[in-house]
């Protein structure tokens, strides 16, 4: 039966130890550049990658750590207090799962050891769409049968990483919507191996942070049959299975980002001294951070829970989307106090807070936004009547 510890063993705090480590080479400097260029951290995802942290969930028997999700959040967690953003390579954590449960010995023996050592970069997940948006059953994209290959045709919206990913989670509509059951039978999922993919544009999208993002077109792109994971037809629960994992990932980053600013907070309230005494002493301003500590630490505790009851093969879903809730919205008022506390500096680039600010606005609406966490707790959880 699952459980969760309320301390770190020393195993973990050696691998938060050692990420933290591969951060301090990467200060707010590093990141306050990439940000203004929209680059990719292109040296820092290639040292964690070196130091196996990506691979941290990939079996020992295909070269990975064979770790849970419990110490991949640890990884996650712990770039985000350092003050870097772990958005750039967490989807290969997360990615993993699909290929791990669904995919054939074969597609693992492929793929997984390149993507270990770092030969291969699987970073791209393409699920979102202009007209499906987080109706995910409605995406139009089709894959048809056609002899040995599978003919892709469609457009994709907010995929990230693509430019920096050798391989594409791909998620298409196999069977047309009349000629299922249920909406959510019909999707397939493919690894696709994108690189030279003929018919397959990528347009990058400036957006508010830097986050490599792009709308994708597929224009009768062939992919090789053997690109489905597992069964035709069943991609949509895969696909689910993975989402979990995800959730609990992402709230790692946000509660990351929630310590940043309370940390950041804290140090500054009690050094700026105005009216005669440290802005901290103030409960305007001491109380917000506070409160966004409680929150944070809250938000860890479900966190906890989700990853461990993940890790022990239970059901997580309640738990995975709360906790998701709850680090994301810790993290947004964290950013708020830590933005109030600092007056007009908070805005100033050059501490880095209005970036991170940026960063961790993110996951109040992606991977799936809080209102539909809420509608998923109504519904699944307290049984209430269908809201959408
Ligand atoms: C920077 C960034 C990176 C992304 N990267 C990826 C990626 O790599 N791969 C990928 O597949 N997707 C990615 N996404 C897409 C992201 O997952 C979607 O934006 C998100 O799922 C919501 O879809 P949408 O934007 O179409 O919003 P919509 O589904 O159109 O929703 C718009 C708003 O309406 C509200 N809403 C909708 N339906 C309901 C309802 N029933 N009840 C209450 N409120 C509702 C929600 O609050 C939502 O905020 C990314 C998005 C961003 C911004």
């Known amino acids: 039966m699952a459980s969760i510890r309320l301390t770190l063993t020393d195993e973990q705090r050696a691998l938060k130890a050692g990420v933290a480590d591969i951060c301090k080479r990467y200060p707010g400097e590093y990141w306050r550049e990439l940000d203004a260029k929209r680059e990719y951290p292109e040296a820092f995802v290639n040292e964690l990658t ?125 069977t ?99 009216f005669g005494k440290a802005i901290g002493a103030n409960q305007g301003v001491q109380f917000p951070i506070a409160k966004s500590h409680t929150a944070v630490e809250a938000a860890t505790l479900m966190r906890d829970k989700a990853a461990a009851l993940f890790d022990a093969g239970e059901a997580c879903g309640a738990e995975a989307n709360m906790a998701k809730y709850l680090a994301a919205e810790a993290a947004w008022e964290a950013g708020n106090a830590c933005i109030d506390c600092h007056g007009g500096y908070g805005y100033a680039e050059e501490f880095d807070i209005e970036r991170k600010f940026r960063e961790c606005r993110l996951y109040k609406t992606a991977p799936i936004n809080n209102n539909l966490v809420l509608a998923y707790v109504g519904e699944h959880v307290l049984g209430m009547p269908r809201s959408y």
């Not at 958005?87 to 492929?110: D, F, N, P, V, W």
């Not at 997984?112 to 499906?132: M, N, S």
């Open 176 to 274: 047309p919507v009349d000629q299922v059951k249920r909406r959510t039978e019909g999707l397939s999922v493919f690894l696709v191996d994108i690189r030279d993919l003929k018919g397959f544009e990528v347009r990058p999208l400036r957006m508010m942070m830097n986050h490599s993002t792009n709308a994708l077109f597929f224009d009768d792109v062939e992919i090789p049959a053997d690109s489905l994971i597992g069964h035709e037809g069943k991609g949509f629960s895969y696909i689910l299975d993975g989402m979990n994992a995800e959730r609990i990932l992402v709230a790692s980053e946000s509660l990351g980002d929630g310590r940043w600013f309370v940390e950041k907070a804290v140090q500054y309230s009690g050094h700026r001294v105005i």
């Open 50 to 174: 070196k130091a196996g942290y990506l691979a941290a969930l990939i079996p020992h028997e295909y070269g990975g750590a064979g770790l849970g999700v419990t110490e991949g959040s640890l990884i996650l967690e712990t770039i985000h207090e350092n003050g870097g953003n772990a958005a750039a390579c967490h989807a290969q954590m997360y990615i993993m799962g699909t290929l791990l449960r669904h995919g054939s010995e074969a597609q693992k023996r492929t793929y997984l050891p390149k993507i270990a050592t770092g030969e291969l970069r699987l970073q791209a997940f393409g699920v979102t769409e202009p007209d499906a948006g987080s109706d995910t059953t409605k995406l139009k994209t089709t894959a048809v049968r056609s002899g040995d290959r599978y003919v892709v045709n469609g457009r994709k919206m907010f995929i990230s990483r693509v430019l920096q990913s050798d391989l594409m989670l791909l998620l298409a509509r196999t």
